[in-house]
């Protein structure tokens, strides 16, 4: 993200304020609303982005890979003097299905005025080539409970009935101190700003350390909706965050409960096999942090920890 980009999100006291979705049409059976249909729809994403990976979690988990298409951009942003994402991992760089280059297109189609930053992820209305949809706070949900009819047989119930209150609790608390907190602390402009992230950030894990001490995943032995978006930053966390975004008190392999968590569900599909290392270290210390005018990339950290046995499925919780 250039400086542009984050000094027109920075208030005056040096924190950062994310911008607004501007693509918030629900999907849903009312008029107005966008129509669930099989293949009407591409998702795009890039792996290096947390928003859009828990969408890309949610979606393989619950089976819906055949009814929703993905379009991958490069971790790295292209050079044309604007932030964008592109097309260019795809043969002629360009998405084969949508036919553009860059993620701006698909805005521009929608709204020629967009002035907001290009962001993944993005839902594209393969009828219309517009992005009708980058509400990726509800994006998960939508495919959760709206999309129902097209989950596999036996999908799992990410987000149960009696449980919603309790999630949507603690997905505001994820959201404001884990998820974005960890941008808080990263796109800072104060020093004050940055300590006060750090401290949120920190004395939630803290608190998830205690709780993942005698729980396998955040509501009991099933995953739910929550989970994915605890795992989705905890595994950008060592790579990313704790020199990118300045989050050096601990790495997450020095909390015992949270890397056993992090390492059962990357052990599962669905996460481990949709999470690329390599994607998320480029594009955060190339493209997303300030600190590195010279463009290196960070040699470490080692990964073969990653697919050590976890244990967590054989201990007893009370
Ligand atoms: N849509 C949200 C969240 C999604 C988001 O920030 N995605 C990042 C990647 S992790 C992105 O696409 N950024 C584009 C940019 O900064 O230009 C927002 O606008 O802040």
């Known amino acids: 993200m250039s400086e542009k980009f984050i000094t027109n999100e920075v208030e005056k006291d040096g924190k950062f304020n994310r911008q607004s979705n501007r693509f918030t049409t629900p999907f849903g059976i009312e008029e107005g609303q966008l129509p669930v249909e099989a293949g009407r729809y591409r998702l795009i994403w890039s792996p ?5 990976h828990r969408s890309v979690i949610v979606i393989s988990l619950l089976g819906l890979s055949d009814a929703i298409s993905l379009g991958t951009l490069d971790p790295i942003r292209p050079d044309v003097g604007r932030t964008d994402w592109a ?4 043969e ?21 005025e967009y002035s907001g930053r290009f962001t993944v992820p993005s839902v594209v209305d393969l009828t219309t080539g517009k992005v009708v949809n980058n509400d990726y706070f509800n994006l998960t949900r939508y495919w959760e409970v709206e999309w129902r ?12 009935v009696e449980l919603r209150n309790e999630i949507d609790e603690l997905n505001d608390i994820l959201f404001h101190e884990i998820n974005n907190g960890v941008y808080k602390a990263g796109f800072a402009r104060s020093q004050e700003a940055y300590e006060e992230a750090y401290a949120l950030v920190f004395n939630r894990l803290d608190w998830l350390e205690e709780r993942l001490s005698h ?10 909706e929550s989970d994915v978006r605890l795992y989705v930053t905890l595994v950008r966390f ?3 965050y704790y020199n990118g975004f300045l989050l050096n008190r601990s790495r997450i392999s020095e909390f015992p409960n949270l890397w056993g968590y992090v390492r059962d569900l990357y052990s599962q599909p669905g996460f481990g096999d949709t999470t690329d290392f390599d994607a998320i270290k480029k594009h955060y210390h190339l493209c997303a942090v300030s600190n590195n005018p010279f463009g290196l990339l960070p040699k470490g950290p ?5 697919n050590t046995p976890h244990g967590r499925d054989k201990i007893l919780f009370q």
Not at 87 to 90: I, P, Q, Y
Not at 215 to 224: H, M, P
């Open 87 to 90: 097309f260019t991992l795809d």
């Open 215 to 224: 729980s396998r995943y955040l509501f009991g032995d099933k995953i739910t």
């Open 92 to 112: 002629n760089e360009e998405d084969p299905v949508l036919k553009i280059r860059y993620l701006s297109e698909a805005y521009l189609k929608a709204d020629p």
């Open 238 to 240: 060592d790579i990313a």
């Open 48 to 52: 290096a982005c947390p928003w859009a």
């Open 149 to 160: 009819k097209y989950h596999k047989p036996g999908a799992p119930d990410l987000y149960p």
């Open 302 to 306: 080692d990964l073969s920890g990653w």
